[in-house]
């Protein structure tokens, strides 16, 4: 019997999600509408709570300021813990500044350094931002295969 890849499995949790989108609210002058795959539902005017039009938002900085490199980290995405990507800036003995990479829990983790403190703060984003990126890139890849599985299903091709 064949090993199953673990790949897979992520591929396909990551593809029920994308075939099962969580319901999105439409809000317009007159009318409120819920869409939910596909399906609208209408609620009127007067069933709408009434919403300040003007509200007031503290402003804060998107990401907070971290004046110590120590401890900065990012998480990857991903749709299982198992398999999400973290890195971890620790510093070391010797002063200097690494980054720690771990994929789930409880993976060892593959160590990047030393470097400066500012440098460790940008390999962390970079990193984080092209895992970002590649899981974007693999999320439309998968939904235009499902579209395209769709297409074929219904006898259009």
Same mark, same amino acid.
């Given at each position: #019997? &064949? /090993?199953?890849?673990?790949? =897979?499995?992520?591929?396909?949790?990551?593809?029920?999600?994308? !075939?099962?989108?969580?319901?999105?609210?439409?809000?317009? %002058?007159t +009318?409120?509408?819920?869409?939910v $795959?596909?399906?609208?539902?209408?609620?009127?005017?007067? /069933?709408?709570?009434?919403? =300040?039009?003007?509200?007031?938002?503290?402003?804060?900085?998107l990401?907070? +300021?971290?004046?110590?490199?120590?401890?900065?980290?990012?998480?990857?995405?991903?749709p299982?813990?198992?398999?999400?990507?973290?890195?971890?800036?620790h510093?070391?003995?010797?002063?200097?500044?690494?980054v720690?990479?771990?994929?789930g829990?409880q993976?060892?983790p593959?160590?990047?350094?030393? #470097?400066?403190s %500012? &440098?460790a703060?940008?390999f962390v984003?970079?990193? !984080?931002? !092209? $895992?970002?990126?590649?899981? %974007?890139?693999?999320r439309? !890849?998968? &939904?235009?295969?499902?579209?395209? $599985? =769709?297409?074929?299903?219904?006898?259009e091709?």
């Amino acid at each position: #019997m &064949a /090993e199953i890849d673990p790949t =897979d499995h992520a591929l396909a949790t990551i593809a029920s999600i994308l !075939e099962n989108p969580e319901p999105v609210l439409v809000v317009r %002058e007159t +009318e409120t509408e819920m869409v939910v $795959a596909g399906e609208r539902e209408h609620i009127a005017a007067d /069933e709408q709570p009434i919403v =300040d039009e003007h509200p007031v938002v503290e402003e804060q900085p998107l990401v907070p +300021e971290h004046t110590d490199a120590d401890g900065y980290s990012k998480v990857g995405p991903g749709p299982m813990v198992a398999i999400r990507l973290k890195w971890t800036v620790h510093r070391g003995d010797d002063g200097q500044y690494y980054v720690h990479e771990t994929i789930g829990e409880q993976s060892a983790p593959v160590i990047s350094g030393p #470097m400066t403190s %500012e &440098a460790a703060v940008h390999f962390v984003d970079a990193q !984080e931002h !092209e $895992a970002h990126r590649r899981f %974007e890139e693999l999320r439309s !890849e998968i &939904a235009g295969r499902s579209s395209l $599985a =769709d297409y074929e299903r219904k006898g259009e091709a």
